[in-house]
T-cell receptor, first 111, second 114 residues
Framework: LAKTTQPISMDSYEGQEVNITCSHN???????ITWYQQFPSQGPRFIIQ???TKVTNEVASLFIPADRKSSTLSLPRVSLSDTAVYYC????????????FGTGTRLQVTL | GAGVSQTPSNKVTEKGKYVELRCDPI?????LYWYRQSLGQGPEFLIY????????DSGLPNDRFFAVRPEGSVSTLKIQRTERGDSAVYLC????????????FGPGTRLLVL
């Protein structure tokens, strides 16, 4: 399994850009990288997914270097409502059980 | 449209009892997943359905856990002889047609075994 490693927690002020890095040294050729956000008492919510280079959507960007052994989720101008736990997942389309969430990164945004 | 729903939202039971947890996926989604989440941990994979069949049940911890999806829509997770260690939030997710697609999660069922 492609084990992922993320910082346990991060703090930020409102309006700043936040970058959360995930290490996945054993990523396989067919694996893609997905990030989810989870608020207390809710299920995780999809943020972004990518395979290589850079992916951007309306809420975040995902940067993946050429070796794909890490990835960085970038949240521009965070607000208090971005306070949540962020999970990095690595897996392929073939095996559901490979999609392991890990312990995630707890982001705290303050004024 | 409606998202993934789970019932009950909370369940308190006594050690040794049997419980059933229900998941209603998004209409038309053929893939359905069950996860278990303990406090301070990420979701832990339990089982994955493709249609009516369990395509991957490698995450079920032991034979006290069983899940069904008889008509390819609603799924029920069944836990026999519950133990205190089964206390957790049980999450259900669905995706349109298979692994690799965006998973849409329900709010979870919080199970407490006394």
């Amino acid at each position: 399994l492609a084990k992922t490693t993320q910082p346990i927690s991060m703090d930020s002020y409102e309006g700043q850009e936040v970058n959360i890095t995930c290490s996945h040294n054993n990523i396989a050729t067919n694996d893609y990288i997905t990030w989810y956000q989870q608020f207390p008492s809710q299920g995780p919510r999809f943020i972004i997914q990518g395979y290589k280079t850079k992916v951007t959507n309306e809420v975040a960007s995902l940067f993946i270097p050429a070796d794909r052994k890490s990835s960085t989720l970038s949240l521009p101008r965070v607000s208090l409502s971005d306070t949540a736990v962020y999970y990095c997942l690595v897996g392929s389309t073939g095996t559901a059980s490979k999609l392991t969430f890990g312990t995630g990164t707890r982001l705290q945004v303050t004024l | 449209g409606a998202g993934v729903s789970q019932t009950p939202s909370n369940k308190v039971t006594e050690k040794g009892k049997y419980v059933e947890l229900r998941c209603d996926p998004i209409s038309g989604h053929t893939a359905l997943y069950w996860y278990r989440q303990s406090l301070g941990q990420g979701p832990e994979f339990l089982i994955y359905f493709q249609g009516t069949g369990a395509a991957d049940d490698s995450g079920l911890p032991n034979d006290r856990f069983f899940a069904v999806r008889p008509e390819g829509s609603v799924s029920t997770l069944k836990i026999q002889r519950t133990e205190r260690g089964d206390s957790a939030v049980y999450l259900c997710a669905s995706s349109l047609s298979g692994v690799g697609e965006t998973q849409y999660f329900g709010p979870g069922t919080r199970l407490l075994v006394l």
